[in-house]
């Protein structure tokens, strides 16, 4: 993989570690020491780093994930420790909310190298698919620092787990593990400590060498679009985009390739 320079302020090129290779590009929590807790220029960075994936038609696939023995700490405890107002400065703006990944056209795939906790797991959840170490752990922890649901997850986590499920998670605060998280269905796939990322990497390269960009932004678009609409709209929009995929040059290379014996080479997405 290649070194692309960090589109985050200068604050935090430190914070954010961005990586290419093979149409996949790595975007890296680094403040290892501390279990990579966010700052708000770390968040910034982060959310610019995801941004700038987006709009590179070079970049196919996005993975994320944290370096050292952490995914994600929650919010730096410099920060919380400071006061009310500090907070607030720390607040990332709404453009940059940890659920920025959902209005991402491209996946976005979290390789869960070990602890999320609090804004970390929004982050964490944010993704379209994850993958964890087996020692990872998923921890909401608000109500033991006499928080609420941040970040959306109240309306998240009752779409991924089911009310019942979400409410035991906010309630407690408690950690999850990651074998737990896979079987309430927060995670995709749990995998050996060490491979985490490896793992990430292998099933975003196999999306960004075998699928067509415009097919994986059009399911992703429908998917989080029909969770907030009944059946009748979901199915037209199906039905509507079914009509200009027909049409759409992306069939046609797929069966020339088939036909062909070689693998199909779809469009980058359109910037």
Known sequence: MTNTPDPGDAAADDEIMVTDGDGVRVVTLNRPAVRNAMTASMARAYAAALRAADDDPAVRVIV?????????????????????DAIRAFLPAREDYPLLAYRL????????????????????????????????????????????????????????????????????????????????????????????????LGYAKDLAAACSPASLAAMKAQVYADMGRGLDEAMADALARMDASFDGPDLAEALTARASGRPAVFRPLAT
């Open 64 to 84: 994320v994930t944290g370096a050292g023995t952490g995914f994600c700490a929650g919010a730096d405890l410099a920060i919380l420790r400071a006061g009310a």
């Open 105 to 200: 056209r491209k996946p976005v795939i979290a390789a869960l190298n070990g602890p999320a906790v609090g804004i970390g797991v929004a982050y964490a959840l944010g993704s379209d698919i994850r993958i964890a170490a087996e020692s990872a752990t998923l921890t909401t922890l608000f109500s033991r620092m006499g928080l609420v649901a941040e970040y959306g997850l109240s309306w998240q986590l009752p779409r991924l787990v089911g009310p019942q499920a979400a409410l035991d998670l906010l309630f407690t605060g408690r950690s999850v593990k990651a074998t737990e998280a896979a079987s309430l269905g927060l995670v995709h796939r749990v995998v050996a400590d060490g491979t985490a990322l490896g793992a990430a």
